[in-house]
Nanobody
Framework: EVQLVESGGGLAQPGGSLRLSCAAS????????MTWVRQAPGKGLEWVPT???????SYALSVKGRFTISRDNARNTVYLDMTGLKPEDTAVYYC?????????WGQGTQVTVSH
């Protein structure tokens, strides 16, 4: 059974930093790209970044230069290092795996950026 468990969310001040983690199990982690997706209050899902199997990554323009996605295949974990946080980064952040026709999600972790 595929499981994705996010952690590391919380409250940060504008300009601050947070690190999110997603612990994965139930599949061959190193064989799949992993993605972070967020949902701000009252808005739809927004793709944030994806890290590919070889470690390269793509970023949404809204976070490029501020967020860094990485993976540790030995720990079956994907990370999202967020710096220069803005109030508009406030959202629930989800870890996402697409494996063929299947789409898996974690339970999400809340990130709130506020004074």
């Amino acid at each position: 059974e595929v499981q994705l468990v996010e952690s590391g969310g919380g409250l940060a001040q504008p300009g601050g930093s947070l690190r999110l983690s997603c612990a994965a199990s139930g599949f061959s982690f190193s064989d799949y790209a992993m993605t972070w997706v967020r949902q701000a209050p009252g808005k739809g899902l927004e793709w944030v970044p994806t890290v590919y199997t070889i470690g390269t990554a793509s970023y949404a323009l809204s976070v490029k230069g501020r967020f860094t996605i990485s993976r540790d295949n030995a720990r079956n974990t994907v990370y999202l290092d967020m710096t220069g946080l803005k109030p508009e980064d406030t959202a629930v952040y989800y870890c996402n795996l697409v494996a063929g026709p299947f789409n898996y999600w974690g339970q999400g972790t809340q990130v709130t950026v506020s004074h």
